[in-house]
């Protein structure tokens, strides 16, 4: 049964930092892309940035550039968001997905979500 667990999220103010965790089990994680997406209240669910397999391949929505940082470690299967500098419209829901093509089929697993909320 494949599991992508995420936590680190939590209530910070405005120019702070956190650090995302996404734990995966029951998948070959090194052959997963993975990404991070959020979710505000009254929005759809938006990409935030993701990762290639090996990790030499980042992207990001321009609206976190510079900000934010996705990096993976396969050895422990987990996939993190560094986000520095944190606004008020970063509050949300953080999914981490896990997505692979192999053999024409696709693979594509969400997480539960964590919710990160900046206020004063």
């Known amino acids: 049964q494949v599991q992508l667990v995420e936590s680190g999220g939590g209530l910070v103010q405005p120019g702070g930092s956190l650090r995302l965790s996404c734990a995966a089990s029951g998948l070959g994680f090194s052959s997963y892309a993975m990404s991070w997406h959020r979710q505000a209240p009254g929005k759809e669910r938006e990409l935030v940035a993701d990762i290639s397999s090996a990790g030499r391949s980042r992207n990001y929505a321009d609206s976190v550039k510079g900000r934010f940082t996705i990096s993976r470690d396969n050895a422990q299967k987990t996939v993190y968001l560094q986000m520095n500098s944190l606004k008020p419209d970063d509050t949300a829901v953080y999914y981490c997905?896990?997505?692979?093509?192999?053999?024409?089929?696709?693979?594509?697993?969400w997480g539960q979500g964590t919710q990160v909320t900046v206020s004063s």
């Open positions: 997905n896990a997505f692979r093509v192999a053999g024409g089929r696709e693979a594509d697993y």
